[in-house]
Nanobody, 113 residues
Framework: QVRLVESGGGLVRPGGSLRLSCSAQ????????VAWYHQAPGKQRDLVAR??????SYSPSVEGRFTLSRGNGKDTIDLQMNDLKPEDTGVYYC????????WGQGTQVTVSS
């Protein structure tokens, strides 16, 4: 079973940037769709970005601000988050799409002045 571990969250001011990393603990190929999900406080978990091979897509709320890329190895998916807004606050998780792996602990992102 695919296992994914998130890292890289933190506290940042509005307009700031963060880079999240999703590391696969098991072998995955570039043909596995990997996605980042955002769960704001008290809200459901929503998919915000996904990558299949080198093709990426984003939700309207993050389009133009967030960028997915593969890290040094094929088993790392990075999410560059720019121009962060308070509504980006929440826990970010990575998983396959559809979400077939066990959910990890996620990584907390807090955007606040």
């Amino acid at each position: 079973q695919v296992r994914l571990v998130e890292s890289g969250g933190g506290l940042v001011r509005p307009g700031g940037s963060l880079r999240l990393s999703c590391s696969a603990q098991t072998d995955i190929t570039v043909y596995v769709i990997v996605a980042w999900y955002h769960q704001a406080p008290g809200k459901q978990r929503d998919l915000v970005a996904r990558i299949y091979n080198r093709h990426t897509s984003y939700s309207p709320s993050v389009e133009g601000r967030f960028t997915l890329s593969r890290g040094n190895g094929k088993d790392t998916i990075d999410l560059q988050m720019n121009d962060l807004k308070p509504e980006d606050t929440g826990v970010y998780y990575c998983n396959t799409d559809p979400a077939g792996a066990a959910w990890g602990q996620g990584t907390q992102v807090t955007v606040s002045s």
